[in-house]
């Protein structure tokens, strides 16, 4: 059974830096894309960022400049650098997979920041 672990959400100040990190574990063969998603409180959840397996990124509009998605496929982890963070990147952060041609989905952590 695949999982998707993520970790490194917590509390920052505006201006900060949060590195996130979702490990997916299980009987796996192929990761394409790996992605990063945000839910903020009453909106829709939203794309952050993609890399897909050849190590193409693309990113929102809104985190251009700020945020670098990278993966590790040794370990079969992506990363989510999140730097001059804003009150309004405030969200639960989601990885997702699509890994053997499934997707999955990671239970998601709360990232806060704070003016």
């Known amino acids: 059974q695949v999982q998707l672990v993520e970790s490194g959400g917590g509390l920052v100040q505006a201006g900060g830096s949060l590195r996130l990190s979702c490990a997916a574990s299980?009987?796996?063969?192929?990761?394409?894309?790996m992605d990063w998603y945000r839910q903020a409180p009453g909106k829709q959840r939203e794309l952050v960022a993609v890399i897909i397996s050849g190590g193409s990124t693309n990113y929102a509009d809104s985190v251009k400049g700020r945020f670098t998605i990278s993966r590790d496929n040794a370990k079969n982890t992506v990363y989510l650098q999140m730097n001059s963070l804003k009150p309004e990147d405030t969200a639960v952060y989601y990885c997702?997979?699509?890994?053997?041609?499934?997707?999955?989905w990671g239970q998601g952590t709360q990232v806060t920041v704070s003016s």
């Open positions: 299980g009987t796996i063969y192929v990761i394409n894309a």
């Open positions: 997702a997979a699509d890994i053997d041609g499934y997707d999955y």
